[in-house]
């Protein structure tokens, strides 16, 4: 069974940092691709960055580029999501999210294709 679990998240002033982190087990696919979204109240959920299998494809969302940086260790086990310069809109519940398959720039961003989710975890942004 695969399983995610997120942590990290916190409450922070305008202007800082968190660091979040995606624990992955049970995944055996050699292909992957990794994707951190968030979800606001009342809207949908959101791709925020990506990274597929040998860091083929990387995307972000354009409200997060040069703020936020995913990276993953060990391969499909791990990933983060460093978000500098933190602000109010930043505010969500952000989960992480796994599919088996090597996605590629048109499809990376969108929810329906990932396969395997965390809880999710929340980020506030004060002001």
């Known amino acids: 069974e695969v399983q995610l679990v997120e942590s990290g998240g916190g409450l922070v002033r305008a202007g800082g940092s968190l660091r979040l982190s995606c624990a992955a087990s049970?995944?055996?696919?050699?292909?992957?691709?990794i994707g951190w979204f968030r979800r606001v109240p009342g809207k949908e959920r959101e791709g925020v960055a990506c990274?597929?299998?040998?860091?083929?494809?990387?995307y972000y969302a354009d409200s997060v580029k040069g703020r936020f940086t995913i990276s993953n260790v060990n391969a499909k086990n791990t990933v983060y999501l460093q978000m500098n310069r933190l602000n109010p809109e930043d505010t969500a519940v952000y989960y992480c999210?796994?599919?088996?398959?090597?996605?590629?720039?048109?499809?990376?961003?969108?929810?329906?294709?990932?396969?395997?989710w965390g809880q999710g975890t929340q980020v506030t942004v004060s002001s």
């Open positions: 999210a796994q599919t088996g398959r090597t996605l590629i720039l048109s499809t990376i961003r969108l929810m329906d294709e990932y396969d395997y």
């Open positions: 049970g995944f055996t696919f050699d292909d992957y691709t």
């Open positions: 990274i597929s299998s040998s860091s083929s494809y990387t």
